[in-house]
C-alpha cells in the first residue's frame, strides 16, 4: 500500500497504479503530498483519501488534487464515493469538478466524472451543487447529472412499497 501523506490528509493505493506529480509512486512506501500536485489513479486502481474527523473517499480511476490553499479537493475524472462527518453549523468538504462545484454537510454521497458530465447520488445527509451560477441541494436517494451546461436532470427515487402498482391508463379521444 501507498501512504500519501499532505496536512492532515492522507491517501493509500489498495490496487492498480498511482503518480503523484507524473511521478510513479512505489507500493509501501509513504509519500508527501504538497498542495497543487496531481495525484492519478489509472484505470482499474483504487485508493483510499482521509482527513481525520473529517472525510474519506474511496476513489477508482481518479485524477485528484488538493487546490493550492488546501481548502478544496479538485475532481478532474473518475469515481469517488464520499463520506462525511458534519462540522458545527458550517459546510463541509468542497470538491470542484469541470462541471460544477459540490460541498457536504455531514453526509455519503457518490460522484462520478467522466468527459461529458458528472453524475452524483446521495445516499445520506444533504450536498450542495452550484454549476453555471444556479445551485441546487439534494437530499438521500437524490441524484443528478451537470454538464457544462447545467444541469442536465434531477430526480428523486420513490420509496419502495410493493402495495403500489403501476397506473392502469386507457387511451381517450385526446390520445
Known sequence: MIAIQHSDWNF?????NSTL??????????????????????PSSTGV???????????ESASLSIDS???ALILDQ?????????K?????LLIKTPFGEVRDVGTVFALDVASAELRLEVKEGM???????????????SKCRVNRLGFLN??????????????DRKPTSDD
Request: net charge positive; hydrophobic share 35%; proline share 8%.
Open 21 to 42: 506529480a507524473n511521478q510513479p509512486l512505489a507500493l509501501q512506501k509513504p509519500v508527501l503530498v504538497e498542495y497543487g500536485k496531481t495525484l492519478v489513479l489509472s
Open 49 to 59: 483519501l482521509t482527513r481525520k474527523d473529517f472525510a474519506t473517499l474511496q476513489l
Open 88 to 92: 458545527e453549523k458550517t459546510w463541509g
Open 12 to 16: 493509500t493505493a489498495t490496487q492498480g
Open 69 to 71: 490553499e488546501g481548502k
Open 78 to 86: 473518475g469515481i469517488a464515493v464520499i463520506s462525511c462527518q458534519r
Open 154 to 167: 434531477d430526480e428523486v427515487s420513490p420509496p419502495e412499497n410493493p402495495d403500489l402498482k403501476p397506473l
Open 127 to 141: 450536498v450542495r451543487v452550484l454549476s453555471n451560477s444556479h445551485q441546487k441541494d439534494f437530499g438521500p436517494g
